[in-house]
């Protein structure tokens, strides 16, 4: 694809993806078109076909079948008309008769199970610092808003939404029977509740630093947290025993739960019916579904719901993503694909070493130690060798209601989850359905992951040049590696412990350079607001590694073509974005928004300069000595 070099020179993103955003829509259903979300939405239609042709002829495949029992029962909307407000009236009305804190302590157990709001959250993953073991982890509950910082004064956002959300839930709670004068005072009650948990619990930012979430305490010291609830009976009922410590993510918030708790019951109890409500109120009629929605598409600017096709669709491969994956994996990739694009991880790992090896700021020690990391690195690409058995006791009956299924199966995912504690960890195990259009790096199992549906165009395909593809899947792939190395993933050793390998002065000097990272991207204008240097900085230092790396490995093929990497890499971050979704992630999101992720990296690399004659004065020139370079 050619491009005006005049054009790259001034923006090499909008060079690149002018014309498509000029022409593009975004679909009222999302917040957002391109890239990544054209894969998606081109694996949705598939998928969605092939399902309704499974629906007629049903697959042998047992688990396969469940699933799609479940996307025909999820499309029975005439049936949930008929059913109306019982199936979740019903489990409301447990709720309503709550007194005190002791009829809350027979069902918290059962909440944590089916995934209800609920004061505490547990949840069993790798030992940060044992990770070939697994531990049980304790957080904090969800917000009503988006992040804490929305709560700020000097967030006019915050109010807007919390006043969108009060309307959406006033209308949810009228439908569902309740009078106006209590729907209003459930609403101020759950708010308040709310606002008692707001001060203890992190933000974006302060989750996205990974040390801090280590913070194992005593099984005696987490459950003296509160006398309102009884913590241990909950931990020994969901795991079969006393563990000797529970690691705890938000340690603040454990700190003040007993002063949260006591005399608000009202509110509590006020903030489990509303989130019961906003939960669930989506499984009933159609109608339901799509007011239960109106929260969700003013956070995104989606101007509609999806149809009940795809709503049927997602909510299935919500719960049957292997099963999904897995069918879309084999039907969809070639062996040929896969072998070429594992060869692609592996030169890309050979890379990464030989940069190690002629690292100059890296003590000897450091760098031995990061090439035994790199060495350990677990690969998988496509999909899994097998479906984990989980989704052999998942079964759909079709004689209850959507929603009765739907906590049912929440409960048999959530009781296998806590049966892993304490015992191995599987590091083969996905985190991430093989239909996903995405890729990740486990710290805690040092393993990178490369699901099948991202490894297509403009990512990657057989049909695009190695230069093509080295700046699509190949920095994907070497981001992948780099999140080792970043400022999170450097803190854990090849077995994914939470272990400091690193001498004092290479520590030091890395922390300096992850400090420029943050300041070439802090502050940068975006959608009306500005970039977070400091959420971002992991990204970024991953996306900066990718790009790095994939150049390298791209010059040692033979077709090698300076321009079409640079170009691809500009294309595989073509979006166009609602402005109300873009603000979100400003907020939320690790990631910088993709236009300053594809232009703000290239700046870093002579090559950049070399390739489109980029010179001082140009909107893309970045003086030499303001070049961020890390890996």
């Not at 084999?330 to 694009?341: C, I, L, N, Q, R």
């Not at 083969?428 to 995405?438: F, L």
Request: aromatic share 10%.
């Amino acid at each position: 694809m050619a491009v005006d070099l005049k054009a790259v020179r001034q923006d090499l993103y909008e060079a690149v993806n002018g014309d498509w955003i000029a022409q593009a829509k975004i679909p009222a259903d999302k917040p957002a078109t391109g890239g990544f979300n054209d894969l998606v939405d081109e694996i949705e239609e598939t998928l969605m076909a092939d399902l309704d042709q499974m629906e007629k002829k049903m697959p042998t495949d047992a688990k396969l079948a469940e699933a799609v029992k479940l996307y025909t029962l999820t499309k029975d909307f005439a049936r949930r008309e008929k059913e109306g407000t019982t199936p979740l009236k019903a489990r409301l009305g447990e709720l309503e008769n709550l007194q005190n804190y002791q009829d809350v302590q027979e069902h918290l157990v059962n909440w944590v199970l089916e995934g209800d709001a609920s004061p505490v959250s547990f949840d069993v993953d790798a030992d940060m610092k044992n990770a070939t073991v697994n531990a049980l982890f304790a957080g904090a509950p969800g917000l009503i808003l988006p992040d804490k910082t929305y709560y700020a004064k000097a967030n006019s956002q915050g109010p807007q939404l919390l006043a969108l959300w009060k309307q959406m839930v006033l209308k949810l709670l009228v439908k569902l029977g309740y009078q106006d004068a209590k729907a209003k005072e459930l609403i101020e009650k759950a708010v308040a509740f709310d606002a008692l948990i707001v001060p203890h619990v992190k933000s974006s930012e302060e989750t996205a630093d990974y040390s801090k979430m280590y913070n194992p305490q005593s099984f005696a010291d987490f459950v003296a947290h509160t006398d309102q609830l009884d913590l241990g009976q909950v931990i020994t009922t969901l795991v079969g025993t006393k563990p000797s410590q529970i690691i705890v993510t938000e340690p603040a918030y454990y700190e003040a739960l007993n002063d949260i708790l006591t005399g608000h019951f009202a509110e509590f109890k006020a903030w489990l019916v509303v989130n019961r409500v906003t939960g669930e109120a989506g499984f009933l009629s159609d109608d339901f579904r799509i007011l239960a929605g109106e929260y969700g598409r003013a956070l995104s600017g989606n101007k509609e719901a999806p149809n009940q096709q795809k709503y049927a669709y997602r909510l299935t491969n919500g719960i049957f993503s292997q099963v999904v994956g897995g069918y879309y994996a084999h039907k969809y990739f070639g062996a040929e694909a896969k072998a070429d694009v594992e060869h692609m991880v592996h030169q890309m790992i050979t890379v990464y070493e030989e940069r190690l090896q002629k690292n100059d700021w890296l003590s000897l020690a450091t760098r031995q130690k990061a090439i035994t990391k790199l060495e350990h690195l677990g690969v998988q690409v496509g999909y899994p060798d097998k479906i984990p058995v989980i989704y052999d006791q998942l079964k759909v009956d079709p004689a209850k209601p959507l929603l009765e299924n739907l906590v049912g199966m929440s409960k048999v995912v959530a009781k296998d989850q806590f049966a892993h504690f304490g015992k191995p960890v599987d590091r083969m195990k996905w985190e991430m359905s093989p239909a996903t259009v995405n890729a990740y790096f486990h710290p805690f199992k040092n393993i990178i992951v490369f699901p099948a549906a991202v490894l297509q165009a403009p990512f990657y395909s057989l049909k695009q040049s190695s230069s093509q593809n080295y700046g699509g899947i190949g920095a994907v792939i070497a981001h992948e590696i780099s999140h080792a190395f970043d400022n999170n993933g450097s803190l854990f050793d090849e077995y994914g412990n939470l272990n400091n390998w690193w001498t004092k002065e290479d520590a030091a000097h890395f922390k300096q350079l992850a400090q420029a990272m943050i300041d070439e991207f802090d502050g940068l204008p975006f959608a009306g607001q500005k970039v977070n240097g400091k959420l971002t900085v992991s990204e970024n230092i991953a996306d900066a590694g990718g790009l790095s790396c994939a150049l390298s490995a791209a010059k040692k093929e033979a077709d090698f073509d300076t321009q079409a990497f640079f170009i691809n890499w500009a294309r595989i971050w073509r979006t166009k974005a609602r402005k109300e979704y873009q603000q979100l992630l400003l907020s939320i999101d690790v990631h910088a928004p993709q236009k300053l992720r594809a232009n703000v990296q290239v700046k870093n690399l002579a090559d950049f300069y070399e390739a489109f004659d980029i010179q001082p004065g140009d909107p893309m020139y970045l003086a030499p000595e303001k070049r961020v370079n890390i890996w």
